[in-house]
């Protein structure tokens, strides 16, 4: 039996605009297609340590995040993902307590009018 290989997507948003390119990954008889070997053979990553794709939630499929050993199949997109600019949980939470302000101020502006 000869190599096969699969066809999926690359989608590399690290950059400021994403990019889409399709990459064919050949395999050896036995190997699994998984997203670490996808990443090595694309020429992104060295192996699971490197530095580039060390940190968790940098990479998934259709924008699901997995991990390095995920199996992969014909026609996934294999999107990396850039890092947060801002923690969503602290976005939420300062926006509850802003909210949470504003309430405090309204009910404080009605007692002060209906002392007058």
């Given at each position: 039996?000869?190599?096969?290989?699969?066809?999926?997507?690359?989608?590399?948003?690290?950059?400021a605009k994403p990019k889409l390119?399709?990459?064919?990954?050949?395999?050896?008889?036995?190997?699994?297609?998984?997203?670490g070997l996808?990443?090595?053979?694309?020429?992104?990553?060295n192996g699971?340590?490197?530095?580039?794709?060390s940190r968790k939630g940098c990479f998934g499929v259709f924008g699901k995040r997995k991990d390095w050993d995920s199996p992969l199949y014909e026609g996934d997109r294999l999107?990396?993902?850039?890092?947060?600019?801002?923690d969503p949980?602290?976005?939420r939470r300062k926006r509850a307590n802003q909210s949470q302000d504003a309430?405090?101020?309204?009910?404080?502006?009605?007692?002060k009018a209906r002392r007058l």
């Open positions: 039996m000869g190599n096969k290989a699969i066809k999926i997507l690359i989608c590399d948003a690290r950059q390119s399709t990459f064919s990954l050949k395999l050896e008889p036995s190997e699994p297609a998984t997203v996808a990443l090595v053979r694309a020429g992104f990553a699971p340590d490197d530095p580039s794709l999107e990396l993902y850039s890092p947060l600019l801002v949980k602290a976005v309430k405090f101020q309204a009910a404080a502006a009605k007692r």
